[in-house]
């Protein structure tokens, strides 16, 4: 029987400095295995020497390809791109700075080899990330689970194995922001986790700033709920009530109306705007779907066989 074939995939963004120790872990990695293996980098737009250290490991490892972005489209669509061009029986994905452990990989493939398609990483401790970062993270998992009606792991990130199965419906999901991880609970199957601690970072900074934190998480948010929609409704309810009350004690207590009517206009105006901007955030995604652009443009592949696998979407 053949050996089966592993798609590993990695997005990549400006990782200069510690690309080629991931690659030689993951190539150590790979020599030592029973199955055969494809590393796919996605270059994320990286302004650095990331695409060169690929391209020239791809002369020496034909098991290495490279899918090289026009410009940096971000990390979810770095994977929904590279997830297009695998071609294994079972597709992982993980961070190219050895935060997520390549020694994890067997115990995924144990369980896939028992049947389940998808086999999460679930972070037990995070080495060496701020307690901001881990504070934030924590509380954005456990609000998402109480506003989304599919079950979302909590504390997961990317890293995980998934059944070809699963891959191919996913690429059938052309989400333009996507939040990847919802995506794959949303689709089903059989799930599990497998606990790891998540290592520091071996070299460089985290390439998401507050900023792309904060766009994931509305991602994930208003893309798999509509509770901060009905939240403005009943925030609008509870200023009305508010207001109303304000005013009868005002008359009653006193008849100059001055303070609260200051309050009761500052209060009903940051209520509309905050509903505003729920309401934009929400149709600014409908506006985004509904142009007809692609998601992402590869500009160079590297290291594939088959022109085929050149897909341009
Ligand atoms: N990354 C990417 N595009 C981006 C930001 C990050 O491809 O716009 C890659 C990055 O190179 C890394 C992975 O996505 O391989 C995860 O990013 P990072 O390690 O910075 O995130 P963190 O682990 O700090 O959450
Ligand atoms: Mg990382």
Known sequence: ????????????????????????????????RPERY????VNDGSSDQT?????????????????????????????SAGIRYTSGQAVVVMDADLQDPPSIIPEMIN??????????????????????????????????KEMTSIEIPLDTGDFRLMDRRVVDVLKQMPEKDPFVR?????????????????????????????????????????????????????LGTLALITSLITLVVGLITSFSLGVEILFLSTLL?????????????YLGRIFIQSRERPLYIVSDTKGFRSQLNQINL
């Open 51 to 79: 695409k060169a250290i690929i391209s020239k490991a791809i002369r020496e490892h034909p098991e290495i390809k490279l899918v090289d972005f026009s410009r940096n489209f971000g990390h979810q669509l770095a994977i």
């Open 182 to 234: 919802g995506m794959v609970s949303w689709v089903g199957f059989r799930q599990t986790a497998v606990k790891y601690d998540r290592q520091e970072r071996f070299a460089g900074e985290s390439k998401y700033p507050l900023r792309k934190m904060i766009k994931l998480a509305l991602d994930g948010l208003s893309s798999f709920s509509l509770v901060p929609l009905k939240l403005a409704q009943w």
């Open 111 to 144: 369980k896939w080899h028992h049947g389940y398609d998808v086999v999460y990483g679930q972070r037990l401790h995070r080495d060496g990330e701020t307690l901001f970062k881990k504070a934030t993270a924590s509380l954005f998992y456990r609000l998402l």
């Open 269 to 281: 105006g940051g209520v509309i705007l905050l509903t505003i901007g729920i309401l934009g955030n």
């Open 1 to 32: 029987m053949d050996r089966e074939l592993i798609s590993i995939v990695l997005p990549v963004f400006n990782e200069e400095q510690g690309i080629q120790k991931t690659i030689d872990v993951l190539l150590n990695y790979c020599d030592n």
């Open 38 to 41: 494809e590393l796919i980098f």
